[in-house]
């Protein structure tokens, strides 16, 4: 089990040091797994626990606010994917303006150095951090030199020639190719959250949904797809999902994940759950009434349920 460590204590938590990497890990794609695997292959290595560096919000996300990329992974999402990984300890730090503000050196003495007793670092080859973006994996190994600690710098993690990133994962599901994005991520793109209450209207409509708040700024999905969801009684449930502003109901801004299930009548009201997204529809859209959604959701669950072929 991951331990969890929010900021930093005193005395430090690896009085004996640590195997340290740092980044987003956004999507804890192919990419992202590989960076692991060597830092998990270092620790054993050197007898020492092996720790992610996260930053909250996402340093994009501070600078750029409401204009910075959209999320493939809540922080809980990247948490549960890296439990199922080889690393022993995830700090998560605030980002704020005076960690914005830091010189890398004193990045480099304060928080890896002091805080975090770092004695081997495991980088990705476009890591950059501190004020201005001026630290990099050369200033890291004359630092290292300095306070005792080795530095690493992982390859690219190519497939078919493409850098596999959180960016190009993005593009492809903004592009609506979720073959694409699960050949990156290695595995199908997914969202988890609570089964929370909700209005009704899909009960009404004979189409009752599971909706989940997404509790983002934005996503990187968005219209009607076909789906399967787990979570509940470990079985994996075939159902048809709208992610977005239901234009037709309210039409707010806040998006939300609405899922039917073929053949599923449970109360699941408080289950933390995975939505698997296998298959684009259509766009989401508004209607001018209640009927011709009604009409509109029946052709969705009849093309997802030919999808998958039930």
């Known amino acids: 089990m991951i331990r969890l460590i929010r900021g930093f204590s005193h005395p430090p938590p690896f009085l004996n040091g640590c195997v340290l990497t740092i980044g987003n890990f956004d999507g804890v794609h192919l990419g992202h797994r590989a960076v692991i695997e060597m830092l998990a292959a270092r620790g054993r290595e050197l007898n020492l626990p092996t720790v992610i560096m996260l930053f909250e919000p996402q340093p994009l ?27 022993d300890n995830v700090v998560i730090v605030r980002f704020n303006r005076a960690l914005a503000n830091l010189e890398p050196e004193q990045f480099i003495e304060k928080i890896l150095v002091e805080k975090l007793n770092v004695k081997h670092l495991v980088i990705g080859d476009d890591f950059h951090f501190g004020k201005m973006r001026r630290g990099n994996f050369n200033l890291l190994k004359e630092q290292g030199e300095l306070f005792r600690f080795s530095v690493e710098k992982s390859t690219s993690y190519l497939l078919s020639d493409l850098r596999v990133s959180s960016t190009l994962i993005r593009d492809a599901l903004n592009a609506d190719d979720l073959i694409e994005a699960q050949r990156l991520l290695g595995y199908d793109y997914s969202i988890c959250g609570r089964v929370a209450q909700g209005d009704k209207i899909g009960r009404t409509l004979g189409f009752p949904t599971a909706n989940i708040k997404m509790l983002r700024r934005n996503t990187p999905i968005r219209g009607v797809f076909a789906v399967t969801m787990t979570g509940i009684d470990n079985r994996e449930f075939q159902g048809v999902a709208n992610v977005g502003t239901r234009p037709t109901i309210d039409g707010n801004r806040k998006v939300i994940l609405e899922t039917h299930l073929f053949n599923f009548d449970q109360n699941i009201y408080g289950h933390y759950v995975s939505v698997q997204f296998k298959h684009k529809l259509r766009q989401e859209m508004r209607f001018n009434s209640l009927d011709q959604l009604q009409t509109q959701i029946r052709h969705d669950v009849a093309a997802a349920k030919e999808f998958f072929n039930v």
Do not use: G, Q
Request: glycine share 0%.
């Open 61 to 87: 996300e501070y600078f750029l606010a409401d204009n910075a990329p959209s999320r493939l992974m809540r922080l809980r999402e990247k948490i549960l994917a890296l439990n199922k990984l080889s690393v």
